[in-house]
């Protein structure tokens, strides 16, 4: 099914799409024209691609190396940490330097927090729209409502652009510098674009700890070492841990409508209906696939609310039945085709690098008390949330989500940074 849709050269992103523009130019994001769309997606991608990424990783470590220490620095209190807040933290600023160069500073002052509620309110308006764009007629009183969060949110914007142009082209890498380089050589990005490309990454930014600590603190003699590279490629439990939380509890809830296409890109009409998993599809009919229920098919999943990371290796993944379950073609958490999420090789980068360095100097357990219980669903309830073990996402055309609060401590003095 999500081939029939995502993979299809038949299909196109939905005109809901464009209830959610809030710059006319759009982004790579929600832009609806195929051409258009793959200009912006070539620009945006490379930079932010696998081999690219080897330019960014120093300053991605930087990022990584403060959340290290605030966690040193909690543990030593004995501090509870909430991971939603502190992931939060560190994939604003790693998004800051990677789009622009500036330093948001999120992990180490707050005054720039205030970005996450508007964020939030942004992502929200956005799903609304897309799943009932009857209520798009209430978007100028919304827009009045939050006039002055959005003027707020334009300023930081302008002041991060006007630093990064202000710095010498070299002096770190970026998608921006990236952008005008690219100009130079032929490919045009208009200003206004680079402005709603800025506005769409400041979007963007588990029984197995034991396992996969070991294989880190066995693969790495030190948390130097921890680069990309092929001890990081190695490392197959922290991947199979890292997709199956992709999987269980998937980044993008919302359904990504997609609607047929009356011809192909050179205007030939094409001669059949659309079908997807076998069915006909009407002409105008939108069509999508929840990832969130997809990736909790048991067809695809086996037992798909238990968070097993063994079912993403070798051995184990051919005893589940592999392909032949059709797993891999099911797992889309940065979804398919040519509308797939330019940001993987980061997020993957991003995750790796993190949780390899966190587990390498810490051991950690849920805090106790209620604190432990936060996250997790509330055995009893009946509307999909009794699950006291199931991480619990809110959806918001991304996901939102609270905890888990976890104790960490040194692992023999190992935190020392």
């Not at 290290?68 to 939603?84: F, K």
């Not at 009919?285 to 997809?294: A, E, F, H, K, Q």
């Not at 797993?327 to 980068?349: I, N, Q």
């Amino acid at each position: 099914m999500l081939l029939d849709i995502y993979q299809s050269p038949r299909v196109n992103k939905s005109k809901v799409y464009e209830l959610t523009w809030m710059n006319p130019m759009g982004t790579v994001l929600d832009t609806l024209d195929i051409e258009e769309h793959r200009r912006k997606c070539k620009i945006v991608s490379q930079p932010i691609s696998e081999r690219p990424m080897r330019t960014f990783e120093p300053t991605m470590v930087e990022e990584i190396d403060k959340f290290i220490g605030n966690l040193l620095q909690a543990s030593r209190r004995a501090e509870p940490v909430n991971m939603t807040v502190h992931c939060r933290n560190l994939g604003g600023d790693i998004v800051g330097q990677l789009a622009l160069r500036y330093p948001l500073n999120l992990q180490s002052d707050d005054t720039n927090h205030w970005l996450f509620p508007g964020l939030n309110i942004v992502t929200y308006r956005v799903n609304v729209y897309m799943q009932m764009p009857s209520l798009y007629t209430i978007d100028p009183l919304l827009k009045l409502l939050v006039r002055k969060q959005r003027e707020k949110y334009i300023n930081i914007t302008r002041k991060m652009i006007s630093t990064c142009l202000n710095l010498p082209r070299d002096a770190k890498y970026d998608l921006y510098s990236f952008a005008i380089d690219h100009m130079k050589v032929g490919t045009t990005l208009r200003n206004s674009e680079l402005w709603a490309e800025a506005f769409f990454f400041l979007t963007a930014g588990g029984t197995t700890p034991s396992t996969v600590a070991e294989e880190i603190r066995s693969t790495f003699d030190s948390p130097d070492e921890i680069r990309m590279g092929d001890k990081l490629r190695s490392c197959e439990y922290l991947h199979a841990c890292i997709d199956e939380t992709l999987r269980i509890a998937t980044p993008n809830t919302s359904i990504l409508w997609r609607e047929q296409l009356n011809a192909d890109e050179n205007g030939q009409k094409f001669n059949s209906p659309l079908t997807v998993d076998g069915n006909v599809m009407p002409p105008n009919t939108l069509v999508g696939v929840s990832l969130y229920s997809i990736h909790h098919n048991e067809e695809y999943f086996p037992d798909p609310w238990q968070f097993k990371p063994e079912r993403w290796l070798g051995k184990a993944k051919s005893q589940e039945g592999g392909d032949a379950n059709g797993a891999d073609k099911a797992f889309a958490p940065f979804v398919l085709g040519s509308r797939s999420c330019t940001g993987r090789a980061v997020a993957y980068l991003e995750l790796s690098l993190a949780i390899a360095k966190t587990l390498w100097h810490f051991d950690f357990e849920s805090a106790p008390g209620n604190l432990g219980l936060v996250g997790g669903g509330q055995e009893g309830r009946t509307d999909g949330r009794g699950r006291p073990d199931e991480y619990q996402i809110y959806d918001t055309f991304t996901s939102t989500h609270d905890g888990p609060y976890l104790l960490f401590w040194e692992r023999d003095g190992s935190a020392q940074i």
